[in-house]
């Protein structure tokens, strides 16, 4: 489905970017796989990719910083031709209540994955214009829709990719280009591992079809975007979440 295609999937090597960027493997691209801290988690990813008959490379980049996105964008197109999908999924949480929140926390949560994800588009959006086609897939999440106590900074960012996601679409489009966003609910991942059961079960029950997602609920539906038989789909803020927002 994806065959002949370049992916760069950043945040790629835990968690939903791993699963996104072995759903894209396994669909025929060849996927850079980008990382900010544990290259050996990277090259793990990279290795099962291959073991499965895929293929990628490891590449680290910190997506808060501009320039270093910039010349990251440049090294890949350098190395490999072309970008033909990203997927902003890099992303932390740094959680506290607002009236406590430090400045730092706040900052450092929307220059990863608001400021981050803006980095990434900025810089791959013109060679996809030169080219007269590419994706975009963002990571949202519910809690920019909803809005979540203990999140602010979270929930600010996450809210701001999805204005982003419709500006970058409108002006976009136009060049053959699609920028969508994926919202997840709670997925099974290292941030929910560390819930309490109690928080866990609260926020089950919050959930019509009972329980979370996993990693690979998201990894298909972000192969779904980056293929062609979503080629009329754009400017949309789709929710993986079990009916947690309706």
């Known amino acids: 489905m994806l065959s002949g295609k370049t992916a760069v999937v950043t945040g790629a090597s835990r968690g939903i970017g791993r699963a996104i960027a072995e759903k894209l493997a396994a669909e025929g691209a060849f996927v850079v796989i980008n990382y900010n801290g544990s290259k050996e988690a990277a090259e793990t990813v990279l290795a099962g990719i291959r073991a499965a008959g895929g293929d990628g490379c490891v590449m680290q980049c910190n997506v808060s910083d501009f320039a270093a996105c910039e010349a990251w964008t440049k090294e890949i197109l350098a190395l490999y031709g072309k970008i033909d999908i990203l997927v902003n999924n890099a992303g932390i949480t740094k959680d506290g209540l607002l009236m406590g929140m430090s400045e730092e926390a706040f900052d450092r949560v929307i220059e990863t994955n608001l400021k981050g994800t803006f980095n990434c588009i900025r810089f791959a959006a013109r060679p996809m214009i030169r080219q007269k086609s590419g994706c975009i897939i963002n990571m949202a999440s519910v ?19 999805i204005g982003l996601t419709k ?52 990894a298909n539906l972000a192969a779904f975007l980056a293929s062609e038989a979503a080629a009329y789909i754009t400017g949309q803020v789709i929710h993986c979440d079990g009916g947690m927002v309706i």
Do not use: C, W
């Open 143 to 161: 809690v920019g829709v909803a809005g979540n106590a203990g999140q602010a900074n979270y929930a600010a960012s996450k809210a701001g990719v």
């Open 167 to 218: 500006t970058a679409a409108r002006e976009l489009a136009s060049r053959g280009i699609r920028v969508n966003a994926i919202a997840p609910g709670f997925i099974e991942t290292d941030m929910t591992e560390v819930l309490s059961d109690k928080v866990k079960e609260a926020s089950v029950s919050q959930i019509p079809l009972g329980h979370f997602g996993k990693p690979e609920d998201v």
